[in-house]
Each structure stands twice: as structure tokens, then as C-alpha cells.
Nanobody
């Protein structure tokens, strides 16, 4: 239905910044929201942030004030600007889309924060 490819992950020092990108393809008109989720080593997937097609955003408490989710509708691209990173942000970050047929997931991009 929808294919997602994440990029932008890597190694960053504590206090630094990173910008993740997610390019969507497929049945784009069916999407009503997109989001970022993450899975830290030994933990389950958790919500990072979501954004609706009309631009409303929602953030997990631990990410408020540090992360910013945005999108470029013309290019079918989702972004996550990550600032003030710390070691607890180390995880695989996944892009997701929500639509009538459920949720589609990307393969993820690794973010590692060195302390």
C-alpha cells in the first residue's frame, strides 16, 4: 500500500542534533497521518511524534521541546528534527503512515548518541 524509506540516522555526540527523513511512495492520498516511532535496545517500540495531513502535531512527553516533526507534502517526505540529544535517544527510528488499511512501517534508521 505505502512504502517508506528512512534516512539520516547516524552517530552524534550528546547535546548535538540530527535530522531524519522519510520518503513515502504508493497510495499517498489514503494517508491521514504520519509519525515517528523508536525502539531502543531491549525495549518495545514507542511513540516519538505524529502529524496529521492538516498539520496537527503530537509529541511524546520526553521529546517535547527537543524534537520537531514536519512534512513536505509536495515531496511526500516526513522529517524529524532532533535537538539536545542524549544517550537515552539511542534507538532505531521508524517512520509510519496511518490510513484506512492500518499502519505501514519503514525499515528504520539507527540513531546512536555518544556520551
Amino acid at each position: 500500500q505505502v512504502q517508506l524509506v528512512e534516512s539520516g540516522g547516524g552517530l552524534v555526540q550528546a547535546g548535538g542534533s540530527l535530522r531524519l527523513s522519510c520518503i513515502a511512495s504508493g497510495n499517498i492520498p489514503s494517508i491521514y497521518a504520519m509519525g515517528w516511532y523508536r525502539r531502543a535496545p531491549g525495549k518495545q517500540r514507542e511513540l516519538v511524534a505524529t502529524i496529521t495531513t492538516e498539520g496537527r502535531t503530537n509529541y511524546a512527553d520526553s521529546m517535547k521541546g527537543r524534537f520537531t516533526i514536519s512534512r513536505d507534502g509536495a515531496k511526500n517526505t516526513l522529517f524529524l528534527q532532533m535537538n539536545s540529544l542524549n544517550s537515552e535517544d539511542t534507538a532505531v527510528y521508524y517512520c509510519a503512515t496511518m490510513g484506512p488499511y492500518g499502519t505501514n512501517w519503514g525499515q528504520g534508521t539507527q540513531v546512536t548518541v555518544s556520551s
